[in-house]
């Protein structure tokens, strides 16, 4: 039954064809079909558990395609903006002083943080620069400001996406690369997750992509090649720090951090979850998850008894015990969108959970369609929103608002000219959104 996963996505594909004449292999809806395919059709070939299931219980296929075809709904349930790319208000170029003291600001930000975590870990800055930072991210979180600390920064990250496609707009070529090269430094000096670092690298394809050239076959195969590659790169850096990455490194090595040979990375722990559930082993959550989310924002500090909040988080607890390995290193399983809406309200809620999925995508892709300043914002959220389909929709809740939202607080900006001023100006080139 694995294959299904495939044929229906390849269908969708094939739907967008008809209707466009053509298939953009940038798009959210291309992103996410590849997301799907990876999580559940290369996931079920990986999983033991998810293969036997798929082969004796009806029951957990048919949950999973009715999650992916509640995605796709999700997904047109706003229509796309059928405005010219690129004929919305377009913003002036910020002066020299703005550009240089938004990246120093940034940069400082990032310093700190990063001084902090070292600090944590008993360590000097350079070692924290060039060292493992998993266990002591961790920490972090437990004490409850790691969390805040990364909205924080997302603010900021914002802005300079915003700041550096102002500035391309305009031809700033040498702005634009001060700018790239100062969130790319900063995100360096912070990360804790691969994902922060690949998709920082990623957008100078789309910018390309969309404004520059169509990229060809085979330059999307080496893209695609590179990325695994250094997907395993920074697991490695990490997860051990330099000398770990670059020692002994070997093709087996490679594979084995890109993660794609790891079972528990794709269907495996919602196979797990779905197997709990459905013998009783766990109890479902009727919809606590959608409640609970909100507490996020409230620091343990000040609510030491606060819940998890995190679905993957109660859920890593309450099938393992703790969030830690036998090491004492952090272990927290992600059961994707399909296992967190099943242990809301079964089937029923992998369709909601789903559904909403998709509907948070569609809002956020119509919201930036018009708007060319927030082109690098939107190719920042939809690569993330495929990753996060192995996490949650309360991930991508918190994407939404950290991003979307934010930008929308940003376009209020030149209405009380605390910035820089709106114009409006002929279309553009822009991104297939």
């Known amino acids: 039954m694995h294959w299904l996963f495939l044929i229906v996505a390849i269908a969708h594909q094939a739907w967008i064809y008809r209707r466009h004449g053509r298939i953009d292999p940038f798009a959210v809806t291309s992103l996410i079909d590849v997301a799907i395919v990876l999580l559940l059709f290369v996931g079920s070939l990986l999983s033991p558990l998810a293969r036997n299931l798929l082969a004796t219980d009806v029951s957990f296929g048919l949950t999973l395609l009715v999650g992916q075809i509640a995605l796709y709904a999700g997904l047109y349930v706003i229509p796309p903006n059928t405005s010219p790319a690129g004929a919305g208000p377009r913003l002036r170029s910020p002066s020299r002083v703005w550009l240089i003291a938004a990246s120093v600001i940034y ?184 409640s609970l989310m909100w507490l996020t924002f409230i620091p343990r500090d000040l609510w030491p008894e606060k819940p998890l909040t995190a679905f993957e988080n109660r859920m890593t607890v309450e099938l393992f015990g703790s969030q830690f390995d036998p090491g004492g290193t952090v272990q927290i399983w992600t059961f994707t969108a399909w296992g967190e809406g099943f242990a809301q309200f079964d089937v029923a809620g992998v369709g909601l959970n789903l559904f909403l999925y998709g509907v948070i995508i569609a809002l956020a892709r119509r919201f930036c369609a018009s708007r060319p300043h927030h082109f690098l914002v939107w190719c920042y959220f939809l690569m993330m929103a495929a990753v996060y389909l192995r996490a949650g929709f309360q991930a991508l809740a918190f994407l939404f608002i950290n991003m979307i939202v934010v930008a929308a607080i940003y376009d209020l900006l030149p209405r009380i000219r605390l910035v820089w001023k709106a114009e409006r100006s002929p279309a553009s080139a822009g991104g297939d959104v």
């Open 107 to 290: 940069l400082l930000a990032s310093l700190a943080i990063a001084k902090l975590y070292s600090t944590i870990a008993g360590i000097s800055i350079l070692d924290w620069l060039l060292g493992e930072r998993v266990t002591v991210y961790s920490l972090a979180k437990s004490l409850g400001f790691g969390m805040i600390l990364n909205y924080v920064m997302t603010v900021f990250q914002v802005g300079l996406l915003i700041l550096i496609m102002v500035t391309l707009q305009r031809k700033r070529w040498l702005a634009a690369g001060m700018l790239y090269a100062a969130l790319f430094v900063g995100v360096f000096m912070m990360f804790t997750t691969r994902l922060q670092l690949l998709v920082i690298l990623m957008l100078p394809a789309f910018y390309f992509h969309y404004h520059v050239r169509r990229l060809t076959m085979p330059a999307l195969a080496a893209l695609a090649a590179g990325f695994v590659l250094m997907a395993a790169f920074f697991n490695m850096l990490r997860g051990g720090g330099l000398d770990f990455a670059i020692s002994d490194l070997s093709e087996d090595k490679l594979v084995r951090f890109s993660s794609f040979g790891t079972s528990t990375y794709f269907v495996e722990p919602m196979a797990m979850l779905y197997t709990k559930l459905s013998d009783g082993d766990v109890d479902y959550e009727y919809g606590k998850n959608y």
